[in-house]
């Protein structure tokens, strides 16, 4: 953890440079090293608190995580239209990333340490990728926890200022402030969901129902008339819908063994991340062959270049019904039908 703050700091420095090709590599660094943030806290928690808390605990994890997200609109983006020189933001930035792997190395609990020949480490790492990945269930929470996830992070975090600028016309601030609901809805919804899903001791539908609510959201922002609405409901709704993609999170920790919970987390950060990574060059290329040489795209470009996101929640929908129940309340029944056999 304390490496992984410091690459990212590292990146945020390079980026910070203007040479696009050393920025590139900046970001990627911040990628890398930013992986490990969900993945680590998502451990502490799970190995400090009652796994009846998981789903909370996890959700709150994401919601510091996404509370980046929102700064980055609610913040940053009016101070650099402002007057804030890009560069010195990320320069600071790169600062404080070297600095919170710096307090990290001495502020993380410190943990007993298993004697491991090279030979026997690796076969562990090989053996618990064999049973997370060989598991139908791990796959199936990586595909939903994406189609879930992507019509936020693509279509809001990428081009979600773009449209309500183009389509809409609205001016940059208002553009950004609305968009920015969107990382805030999560800051909600990660550790409401959660906790709703421990409460009720379910996860499947907890995750049902955000994506209704998603996929309603969806329709509503690219085909719906914009006046019926207050201008911040629909951005903060959906967010708060989407905070269901991180029920996924808890139950492939569920549905695997818990000495291998490390590993599925990393393989479904992997599966989520690959979609937004994959895709989002796939619906940018899209919006520009439909927009062709206009000089501004349109409603009409934006609403089949990104149709298919509903789509996907549909499938995710689809797909979470496959999946089987890891919450509380499921475990207690099989428990208690084996007890009495």
């Keep these: 953890m304390p490496v992984a703050a410091a690459v990212v700091g590292l990146g945020a420095l390079l980026f910070a440079l203007g040479n696009p090709r050393v920025a590139s590599v900046g970001r990627f660094l911040q990628g890398a090293g930013g992986v490990f943030a969900l993945v680590g806290a998502i451990y502490i928690a799970t190995k400090n608190f009652p796994s009846s808390r998981a789903a909370t605990l996890i959700g709150a994890t994401q919601m510091f995580g996404m509370a980046g997200g929102a700064a980055g609109q609610f913040a940053v ?9 890009w560069n010195s933001f990320w320069m600071g930035i790169g600062v404080v990333g070297l600095a919170l792997g710096f307090f990290l190395f001495f502020l993380l609990p410190p943990e007993e340490k298993q004697e491991r020949t090279n030979n026997r480490a690796q076969e562990g790492v090989l053996a618990a990728f064999k049973v997370v990945f060989r598991n139908p269930q791990s796959i199936l929470c990586g595909l939903i926890a994406g189609l879930l996830f992507i019509p936020t992070t693509i279509f809001d975090m990428i ?17 950004v402030m609305r968009s920015a609901t969107v990382p805030v809805g999560w800051i909600i919804g990660c550790p409401l969901l959660g906790f709703i899903s421990d409460r009720v001791g379910r996860r499947k539908p907890v995750i049902i129902g955000g994506g209704i609510v998603l996929l309603n959201c969806m329709a509503w922002i690219l085909y719906g008339p914009t006046n019926v609405f207050p201008p911040y409901v629909l951005g903060l709704l959906a967010g708060i819908a989407s905070g269901a993609a991180m029920l996924p999170y808890t139950v492939i920790k569920e549905a695997n063994p818990p000495q291998f919970g490390g590993t599925a987390t990393g393989v479904i950060n992997f599966l989520n991340f690959t979609f937004s990574a994959l895709l989002g060059p796939v619906f940018g290329g899209l919006l520009q062959r439909l927009s062709g040489a206009a000089g501004q795209r349109e409603l009409s ?24 129940e890891t919450g ?3 475990r207690l029944s099989r428990a208690e039908a084996i007890e009495e056999v």
């Design 77 to 85: 983006g009016p101070l650099m239209s402002r007057g804030l020189a």
């Design 159 to 175: 081009w979600g200022v773009s449209y309500l600028q183009e389509a809409h016309g609205l001016g940059y601030g208002e553009a």
């Design 301 to 324: 470009h934006y609403q089949t270049a990104f149709e298919p996101l509903m789509y996907g929640v549909i499938i995710a929908i689809i797909l979470t019904l496959l999946l089987k």
């Design 328 to 330: 509380p309340a499921a």
